[in-house]
């Protein structure tokens, strides 16, 4: 596991074989565009969707290690639609890799990656507003949010973030 994260044994499980079968795509390029586009459509065609608002509003597209990436307004993170992903204008090598390793989830799990996104984006707000309260409240460092914030996980604690994570530093499809 990375970092010495701990995870429950289910966590453990599919941390592990999400790893295991992205290392195996990263070998079969093809068929990770296969699973991409048939298996993983629904976040695909959102993704194509999304890329073709971009550009109509100008953005440019880059690539990261072979996939198409958009830089969207500041301080947010990141975001994976299938073939594509959107980040934040920081342009973080971690948050682009981190994203990468979402597409992966994408095909492999295909529709169920739906849940992994909701589960993930809920992660994310949480955080989002755990901090906006620990603001509010820090002047009393026993307030219920302080507590709350300042016990917070590493992110990359539970399985699909750790994987992505791990996924996004291993892969490159330009090679």
Partial sequence: ??????????????????????????????????????????????????????????????????IWYFNVGKAWGGVGFGLCFLTDSYDSKHTKDHETGHTFQNALYGPFFLLIAAASAARYWQRIFLEYMYNKHKSDPESKWCKRYLNLPDYDAVWFEGSATYIGEHYNLSK
């Avoid at 941390?15 to 195996?24: K, Q, R």
């Avoid at 991409?36 to 969707?49: H, K």
């Avoid at 073709?52 to 597209?61: A, E, G, N, S, T």
């Fill in 1 to 66: 596991m990375q970092g010495g994260l701990s995870m429950t044994k289910l966590g453990t499980f599919f941390y592990n074989v999400t790893n295991s079968a992205s290392l195996w795509l990263m070998k079969h390029k093809i068929l990770y565009y296969i699973l991409a586009c048939t298996w993983g459509c629904i976040m695909t065609v959102i993704g194509c969707l999304v890329s073709l608002v971009l550009i109509m509003f100008k953005k440019k597209p880059k690539r990261h290690k072979g």
